[in-house]
């Protein structure tokens, strides 16, 4: 099993355009979240994903959209790109909503916004 | 309100030394928290979580209530422990993370 991936490892983008992350999750979770991290900071929860249902979301703007698919796989969108929000992503994945099971974090995709 | 505060960006120590990262939280109700270590150039992973009361690669974590408070400690530091650590608390659907904490220990 390897986890968590994501994809792309890079990207470089410019204000106004739109940008989509890909998160496959670990085998046997059903659960995705989605976390950006700036530069010096932890990360910030931007919203939850099970049953192919956003299930809660952080103070992120409507930018930030998600869809999760039947395979429990996720992306994340964020539409006009501004130069705030380039940071880390990072993708988790769980097995089991409101359960206490710890996530599995994924290397994160680095987006850039110039 | 929610909140993880880490006051310390950076701790260094040497080799040896005892450790102790602090983390203090903000949240009503019964907390569950946990201990997340990223290395370098590897992922964030969970190091320990209060439920488990467990010792970690010598690393423990005391949950005190009456200080919200849950800092991380271990009595002798080794050079691989360096690393980044950031304290978590889990609400009903998310994770809230402190800023972390950078530890350097030191030859």
């Known amino acids: 099993d390897a986890g968590v991936t994501q994809s792309p490892t890079h990207l470089i983008k410019t204000r106004g355009q739109q940008v989509t992350l890909r998160c496959s999750p670990k085998?046997?979770?059903?659960?995705v979240s989605w976390y950006q991290q700036a530069l010096g900071q932890g990360p910030q929860f931007i919203f939850q994903?099970?049953?192919?249902?956003?299930?809660q979301r952080g103070n992120f703007p409507d930018r930030f959209s998600g869809h999760q698919f039947p395979n429990y796989s996720s992306e994340l969108n964020v539409n006009a790109l501004l130069l705030g929000d380039s940071a880390l992503y990072l993708c988790?994945?769980?097995?089991?909503?409101?359960?206490?099971?710890?996530?599995?974090f994924g290397p994160g995709t680095r987006l850039t916004v110039t | 309100a929610q909140r993880v505060t880490q006051p310390e960006k950076l701790l260094s120590v040497f080799k040896g030394a005892p450790v102790e990262l602090k983390c203090n939280y903000s949240?009503?109700?019964?907390?569950?928290l946990f201990w997340y270590v990223q290395y370098s150039r590897q992922r964030l992973q969970l190091l320990l979580r209060?439920?488990s009361r467990e010792s970690i690669k010598g690393f423990t974590a005391d949950l005190n209530k009456g200080e919200t408070s849950f800092h991380l400690k271990k009595p002798f530091a080794q050079e691989e422990d360096s690393a980044m650590y950031y304290c978590?608390?889990?609400?009903?659907?998310?994770?809230?993370f402190g800023t972390g904490t950078r530890l350097k220990v030191l030859a």
């Open positions: 209060h439920i």
């Open positions: 949240y009503s109700g019964s907390p569950e």
């Open positions: 994903y099970y049953e192919e249902e956003e299930r």
């Open positions: 085998s046997g979770h059903d659960t």
């Open positions: 978590a608390l889990k609400g009903t659907y998310k994770y809230i």
């Open positions: 988790a994945s769980s097995p089991l909503i409101f359960s206490s099971y710890e996530q599995y």
